[in-house]
């Protein structure tokens, strides 16, 4: 049953990262470049809006305007492709307000450095600093909270397939805890913890290849372990 039902899972939580990690860079970029303090302010607080609404409340409103008021993307016998448009908006909305806030907390935060004012001072546009100098060294923390919230996006997904009638893990779920079905409730938390454990080591593997000052660091600890070794 798990095994049925884990690749729409894993389509839809996956499509719904990477819609969130595009807002949450819309977000961070926009906040950053806004030529007014006013909308810069504004934008800032649109992950709090976000993180506030409930992923039920979300998908309702999605299928109402999208669907019955609109007519933009059908709910019913919708094909594959359209079938995605709203989950993964219900998903992703939710997930991008995280990712945003911690995104802009590091621009910030990378922006006040030295080597960012010598950008700066050399005649750099915006544009080009923040791209070239900062966006670099602010993607390690965001990229660390992507690697926990993608857990998350299991739990998200069982109030979005119960919503959209989608079957998959959240699906399976949601029947599992109505029947009282203690193994399919096993195997769900032990997948998940599963998950976890995957995306973390991936997520470690990864943040020295975006960061050298990581790749220095585990070499330092190479060598010193080596010593030790060997001594």
């Known amino acids: 049953m798990l095994g049925e039902a884990l690749p729409a899972t894993l389509l839809l939580a996956s499509l719904g990262l990477v819609v969130a990690l595009i807002l949450a860079v819309l977000i961070a970029g926009l906040s ?4 007014f303090a006013w909308l810069r302010d504004g934008l800032r607080q649109v992950p709090g809006l976000f993180v506030a609404v409930p992923v ?4 309702i409103l999605l299928i109402q305007v999208f669907s019955f008021g609109l007519g933009w993307v059908p709910i019913v016998g919708a094909d594959p492709v359209a079938g995605l448009v709203l989950p993964v908006l219900t998903l992703a909305v939710p997930i ?6 911690v995104l ?3 621009i ?12 700066r001072a050399k005649g750099a546009p915006p544009l080009w600093v923040l791209t070239r100098s900062v966006a670099r060294n602010a993607a390690v923390p965001t990229l660390t909270i992507a690697g926990v919230l993608f857990g998350e996006l299991v739990g998200g997904a069982v109030v979005t397939e119960t919503v959209f009638g989608r079957t998959g893990i959240g699906r399976l779920t949601e029947q ?3 029947n ?3 193994p399919v409730l096993q195997g769900v938390v032990l997948l998940s913890a599963l998950g976890f454990v995957i995306i973390s080591f991936a997520v470690d593997l990864v943040t020295p290849l975006i960061d050298p000052r990581q790749r220095a660091v585990a070499s330092a600890s190479t060598r010193r372990t080596l010593q ?3 001594a």
Not at 109 to 118: I, L, Y
């Open 228 to 230: 030790e070794a060997t």
């Open 180 to 182: 009282q079905d203690i």
């Open 56 to 59: 039920f409340w979300l998908g």
């Open 104 to 106: 802009v907390r590091a």
């Open 96 to 101: 991008s307000a995280p990712l945003a806030q």
């Open 108 to 119: 910030d935060q990378v922006q006040a450095q030295p080597f960012v004012t010598v950008v």
């Open 32 to 35: 950053s470049l806004a030529p």
């Open 176 to 178: 599992a805890v109505a």
